[in-house]
């Protein structure tokens, strides 16, 4: 295999099959039991589309997957099995696996020196091309029909009307019709850079091009009033942040901005929102799992400006910040835990989902987590052998 310029071993210590399949759709089965080995299902009931069996899942560098018609993998094997769901280039499927794994780790993506006839050829841009896509304002008298379905009202989409687009991709040859865009923004000067983009039967992509680095969804309440800007509301998808906004509405002011990742997180992204409104403080809004504590921890290291180490354990989080080395519990909040160790500014506020729900459109939508029953190893092993037993038999 030529050298890609990028260490796959490596990356596979940080990007588990789990990762990518939570990413796709897939959820956890827990009738299947969560033990030494968990079943990942796609689609319900009779739609169930697909199932796979993930072993060594508090190791990501060991995890693999296999199905009961043989079929088995890594999480290599997973990423090009679904490929065609990712928006990636390259000049083979082993240059866009390492993208798309590069973008599940949070590292740069890897560099490729294409030969001046695949450059030509290309027809996907790594810079985003404004003109390839047809955009229209919402309009309030004709709202889409997938605001509705997730919750969310006429009126907070008037409201956030300003910063949400539709938006037809004219290169799409399987999809003539407009989604919803998300603008990404570096600052108010700067232009779009792309788009964070939802569509009916729970679609979700961004615009080829799309800078996901520095730019971000921002929704700038004020009016451009930058500097009156006091709080700035970080959420992990456009979706959950207007949700935030319909539910809290009543206790918000008009001087907040509300802030998409997309789904990742770069530390550009979070700079730039923060360099924007110059006199706010950073709200921490992510989803209620590790990932979500994860990124508000890293949110307060960016903005408090101190190094910081997280490592995931089996009994919470494990942090290295200012010389010193302390466990968190992500079931409390984090912000205080972290000031019982080291000192900080308190420049980061939290404001996360109660803790029945995994995000804030989910809140929205009353759809708690489901309750997860402790059971001993034993059980759980037990339940998972049974259950396979009788899908055999089947």
Known sequence: MPDYKINF???????????????????????????????????????????????????????????????????????????????????????????????????????????????????????????????RPVDPQRIPRIFSQRGISDETVKSLAPFISLIRDTRNENFDGYNIGFPYTESDESG??????????????????????????????????????????????????????????????????????????????????????????????????????????RLMALVEDFPIRITKTDFGLKVEAKGKTFELDPESPITAQVDRNISIRHKVGQWTPPKAFKDWNDCLMNKPMETVLTQSKHERESNLAEQRKSTLKL
Request: aromatic fraction near 10%; glycine fraction near 10%; include cysteine.
């Open 192 to 297: 779009i850079k792309g788009y964070e983009i939802r569509g009916m039967g729970g679609y979700k992509s961004k615009a080829a091009g799309t800078n996901s680095s520095s730019a971000a969804w921002v929704a700038d309440l004020s009016g451009g009033n930058i500097d009156n800007v006091r709080s700035v509301f970080f959420c992990e998808s456009a979706f959950d942040a207007m949700a935030f906004y319909q539910i809290n509405r009543a206790r918000l002011d008009s001087n907040i901005a509300l802030v998409s990742l997309g789904g990742t997180f770069s530390d550009g992204q979070i700079q730039k929102s923060m360099e924007r409104f110059p006199n706010a403080r950073a709200i921490d809004c992510f989803d209620n799992d590790i990932a979500g504590r994860i990124y508000g921890l």
């Open 9 to 135: 071993k490596e990356l596979k210590s940080r990007v588990g099959v789990d990762d990518v399949a939570y990413s796709l759709g897939y959820r956890l089965d827990r009738k299947a039991g969560v033990g030494k080995y968990i079943e990942l299902v796609l689609g319900d009931g009779r739609d169930r589309c697909d199932t796979i069996i993930v072993s060594n899942r508090r190791d990501k560098a060991s995890q693999v997957y296999f199905r009961r018609d043989g079929s088995k993998g890594d999480v290599i094997t997973f990423i090009k099995e679904n490929l065609n769901s990712f928006i990636v280039s390259g000049k083979d499927d082993w240059q866009k696996v390492a993208k798309v794994m590069a973008r599940f780790a949070n590292v740069p993506e890897p560099e490729f020196r294409e030969d001046s006839r695949y450059v030509r050829s290309a027809n996907v841009s790594h810079v985003f091309d404004e003109s390839r896509y047809e955009v």
